[in-house]
Every structure is written in C-alpha cells, then in structure tokens.
C-alpha cells in the first residue's frame, strides 16, 4: 500500500507489528501517524521504533518513549545503543 502515514488504508486491528526506521522524526504529524499505527495494530501488537545517531533529526531514546506513550503505547524494551537503537512498544 502507499499511503499517508497518518490515513492508513487498512482495517482496524489488522497487523501484528509495525515497523518506523529513522522516519518518526520525518512524519509532520506524529502524534496522528502513532494513533493510526495504534488503530491498525492487533490488540498486544508491537510498534519497532529505530533511529540511527546519523539522521539528522535524531531524538533520544527517551524522547522517543515519551512520544510513543503518550499515544497509548506501553513501552516494552529497548535495544541496541547511542548511535543506533530500536525501542519496542505493544498497543
């Protein structure tokens, strides 16, 4: 599909997992593109959040935790380091 990430063409709770590498940052709207990420995922489905310390909207990780949270994401893990890390959430 080819779509605006903050109007998916898909149903609700369809997808076990989304996936964001080095793009969260990119997306004018975040906090709409993560509530229909939410709305998309399988209930206990899991959103991979990854940026690489090159990109040059790189947040933190903890900047990235509270954003994800704060659209009814529960953190799960995180993995990796400065440069590059992945942060998991479930819905």
Same mark, same amino acid.
């Given at each position: &599909? *080819?779509? =605006?990430?903050?109007?998916? $063409?898909?149903? +609700?709770?369809?997808?076990?997992? /989304?996936?964001?590498?080095? *793009?969260? @940052?990119?997306? $004018?709207?975040?906090? !709409?593109?993560? +509530?229909?990420? !939410?709305?998309?995922? #399988? $209930? /206990? /489905?899991?959103? =991979? *959040?990854?940026?690489?310390?090159?990109?040059?909207?790189? $947040?933190?990780? =903890?900047?990235? *935790?509270?954003?994800? @949270? !704060? &659209? /009814?994401?529960?953190?799960?893990? #995180?993995?990796?380091?400065?440069?590059?890390?992945?942060?998991?959430?479930? #819905?």
């Amino acid at each position: &599909h *080819v779509a =605006s990430a903050d109007d998916l $063409p898909l149903a +609700d709770a369809c997808m076990d997992r /989304g996936f964001l590498v080095t *793009v969260l @940052t990119e997306i $004018p709207d975040q906090g !709409r593109a993560l +509530d229909e990420i !939410r709305r998309v995922l #399988k $209930p /206990g /489905g899991v959103l =991979s *959040v990854t940026e690489e310390f090159l990109d040059p909207d790189y $947040p933190f990780a =903890s900047e990235t *935790v509270r954003m994800v @949270t !704060r &659209h /009814g994401f529960r953190f799960a893990n #995180k993995s990796g380091n400065f440069w590059v890390y992945t942060v998991n959430f479930t #819905k």
